[in-house]
């Protein structure tokens, strides 16, 4: 886990808690006690209060009115609760979307111009439809985390895109693609992307997806990609 990623679980954890100690919050974000020291003292630069008691019964307490003095968000984040919204939407699993909608916009408003250009350009690629009730998703599996960020950077820079995939029946290979859209089949994610060695367009299940590596060099360029009628771009999806 990145420091990042601790630093947001550590928060999380005690906001969420109340109370936890260093020894459990190591456990719980796989660290050394060390290290979550560490991170504690850089919470509290960042401008977060995070009281400690000695003696039993205590441990670290975050002030429930703190907050980071400057928020920093990514392009992939907002781009991460976007899709998730729109997958919930789109199973009909989203008794709160109009909470929801309303606290993305006020994300969104937060954004710099250069980073509203990105997630136009990422939404852009995305699409949304219904998943088959004949297909079998009794064998879905988690999807890698390091997917989305790797998603960031070749679609935003036209760049290949390596990883090793698994078939239906298991049978792994390395592939190099040119990804050209995300495609939502709740519960089902896909990327869509030209095979250059077949000479078509290929859907890679994202749980199947594993060690994706960007790779450099010419860029590719973008596809007109073929869908059915009932899946729609996600600017078109109903609201």
């Known amino acids: 886990m990145n420091i990042r990623l601790r630093h947001d679980a550590i928060v999380r954890i005690l906001r969420r808690k109340g109370t936890s100690t260093v020894d459990g ?7 050394s ?24 019964g205590g441990g670290l ?41 309303a606290g993305l916009a006020k994300i969104e408003k937060g954004l710099s111009g250069d980073k509203v250009r990105d997630l136009r350009r990422l939404l852009d690629c995305l699409y949304v439809g219904q998943l088959s009730p004949r297909q079998d998703i009794s064998n879905l599996g988690s999807i890698d985390p390091e997917l989305l960020p790797a998603f960031e950077a070749a679609f935003l820079q036209r760049l290949h895109l390596r990883f090793c ?17 995300m495609l939502i089949l709740p519960p089902l994610w896909y990327l869509v992307a030209w095979d ?14 594993s060690n994706p590596e960007i790779v450099q060099g010419a860029q590719f360029r ?8 009932d899946v729609c771009p996600f600017s078109d999806m109903p609201r």
């Open 222 to 229: 973008r596809r007109h990609v073929p869908f059915e009628d």
């Open 25 to 31: 919050l190591a456990r719980e974000i796989g660290a």
């Open 61 to 101: 307490q975050l002030d429930p009115t703190s907050m980071q003095t400057t928020a920093r968000l990514s392009v992939v984040e907002v781009f991460a609760l976007i899709i998730s919204v729109a997958s919930m939407r789109a199973a009909g699993s989203l008794p709160f979307s109009d909470l929801a909608d």
């Open 165 to 181: 995939y698994r078939d239906a029946k298991g049978f792994e290979t390395i592939r190099e693609v040119e990804p050209q859209a």
């Open 33 to 56: 006690r060390r290290t979550v020291l560490r991170d504690i003292s850089a919470l509290r630069d960042q401008g977060f209060v995070i009281h400690s008691e000695t003696g039993r």
């Open 196 to 209: 250059a060695g077949r000479e078509d367009f290929r859907h890679f299940r994202m749980d199947r997806i």
